[in-house]
Nanobody, 123 residues
Framework: VQMVESGGGSVQAGGSLRLSCVPS?????????MAWFRQASGKEREGVAS???????KYADSVKGRFTISRDNNKITLYLRMDSLEPEDSAMYYC?????????????????WGQGTQVIVSS
């Protein structure tokens, strides 16, 4: 099982980016809870958003109202739309997956991880 993120880059504060994550080797993508995490330099990895098998979404307080997580089960792709970006959003962003349901946003809950895509927001 592999996951590949894309869509990161450099943007000015207030700008937008859309991240994508394409998993391969999954038999049933729709059966997985999918999530986005981020890790800034010198900080712990933190959960940003998750989307469960039934489409239920959860967000970290720091991104509520600015980020939108979505999934396309037909295209087998996970997305993260990021608007009103702030310098504090700068980090490596990772997609993650688990078949155990979106019951936790702890990184240890998720079995599968991508390699990450870098987001840099300048002021």
């Amino acid at each position: 099982v592999q996951m590949v993120e894309s869509g990161g880059g450099s943007v000015q504060a207030g700008g937008s980016l859309r991240l994508s994550c394409v998993p391969s080797g999954y038999s049933y993508f729709r059966d997985y809870c999918m999530a986005w995490f981020r890790q800034a330099s010198g900080k712990e990895r933190e959960g940003v958003a998750s989307i469960d098998r039934d489409g239920t979404t959860k967000y970290a307080d720091s991104v509520k109202g600015r980020f939108t997580i979505s999934r396309d089960n037909n295209k087998i792709t996970l997305y993260l739309r990021m608007d009103s970006l702030e310098p504090e959003d700068s980090a490596m962003y990772y997609c993650a997956a688990t078949r155990s349901g979106c019951y936790s946003m702890s990184s240890s809950w998720f079995e599968h991880w991508g390699q990450g895509t870098q987001v840099i927001v300048s002021s």
